[in-house]
Structures are given as C-alpha cells and as structure tokens.
T-cell receptor
C-alpha cells in the first residue's frame, strides 16, 4: 500500500550545521508530497510541498525536491537555527488520502 | 483568519464517561479528518469525511464515532472512553484535491483515568 518512511530521530545538531532528513515513499500513483513541522505544544504546520516530479518546494530556508526515480523527498537546510528545533513529518497525498511518516525530532543547540 | 479550532485543548476524565471533542473550520473545506498522535507511532487517522453526511473509517476507528451534519463541524465522540484512548488528538481540514495541504488544529490532549 501507499506509505511514507522517514529517518528516525532524534537528531541533534549545532547551530549553523547542515540538516538532511531523509524521506522515501511508496505509492501506486503520482502523489503530492509535503513536509510539516510541529513546534512544541502546537499542531502541525505546512512547511513546504511539491506536487509533481522534479518540483522543488522551499520555505524558511528549507528545501525538498520530489525525486520520482528514487521515490524520495528529503528535507534539507544549509544552516539550522535554534528556532528550527521541532518535529518534522513527511507526508504524501494520493486519491484524497494522506499518509504521514512517524516524524523526526530535531534539536538544535547553540 | 483561516483556522481549525478544537475544543477542549486539555481534558482529564474517567473511564466510561462519554465525551465529545469539537472541531470547526472556517475555510469551507470539504474534507475533514481526525488523527491521534502517540509517541513512536506518529499520526494515525481515526475517521475522515469528504463532505456533509459522508464519513469513513481511517486506520484506528475502534472506540470512536464522528458526525458531519454541517460542512464546518466534525466532532469526535468517545462513547465509553478507556485508558488506551489517552492521546493527543488533531483535527484537520483541506480542500478536495490531492495537491491540497491539510490544515491542523492546535490539538486536544485527552487523559482517560
């Protein structure tokens, strides 16, 4: 069935380090892909999305490219800040169904 | 402001005492859904609705009921709550179309003693 697998955490980085959170998917059709962020005590917020192959989503310095050939949508940021500490969820949408990964916790230390 | 509003935000109650968590959205979205979030398990869908009077089971529907009498509201009902339903619950809504993102409420933390 359709599913999302993302890198297990927790991930701890120093401020200004590079971030990559891996996400791969399995889908029977052509899904749209999303990254959501959940700050402590809050709901999930859309971070970025890509709706077709080779699309790049970007927001707040984060980027992810929809790679059909590797069925991946890895989240990247060149220089993380303490305020990026949160849980990140990869998700896919297909035929009006949403599938989430299990989330990756990121802590950025000064 | 576009938003999904859940109430209550926190609730501690006892086994067997019926409770309802309300969810309302002001974006005229057709699709609404409920999730529970548990450590190590991520988000699991409980029920979803693609329009008024249309509801379907998600991955973990046991012990829950929903209704969709109006487009904006999608309450989650626990008829006889049990301790294994202690969790963090999120309501979400979206416009129809696979490229549309979901918009989430701030969550309801339920503790069933």
């Amino acid at each position: 069935g359709d599913s999302v697998t993302q890198m297990e955490g927790p991930v701890t980085l120093s401020e200004e380090a590079c971030l990559t959170i891996n996400c791969t998917y399995t889908a029977t059709g052509y899904p749209s892909l999303f990254w959501y962020v959940q700050y402590p005590g809050e709901g999930l917020q859309l971070l970025l999305k890509a709706t077709k192959a080779d699309d790049k989503g970007s927001n707040k310095g984060f980027e992810a490219t929809y790679r059909k050939e590797t069925t991946s949508f890895h989240l990247e940021k060149g220089s993380v800040q303490v305020s990026d500490s949160a849980v990140y969820f990869c998700a896919l949408s297909l035929s009006n169904q949403f599938y989430f990964g299990t989330g990756t916790s990121l802590t950025v230390i000064p | 402001e576009a938003q999904v509003t859940q109430n209550p935000r926190y609730l501690i109650t006892v086994t067997g005492k019926k409770l309802t968590v309300t969810c309302s959205q002001n974006m005229n979205h057709e699709y609404m859904s409920w999730y529970r979030q548990d450590p190590g398990l991520g988000l699991r869908q409980i029920y979803y609705s693609m329009n008024v009077e249309v509801t379907d089971k998600g991955d973990v529907p046991e012990g829950y009921k929903v209704s969709r009498k109006e487009k904006r509201n999608f309450p989650l009902i626990l008829e006889s709550p049990s301790p294994n339903q202690t969790s963090l619950y999120f309501c979400a809504s979206r416009a129809l179309g696979s490229n549309q993102p979901q918009h989430f409420g701030d969550g309801t933390r339920l503790s069933i003693l």
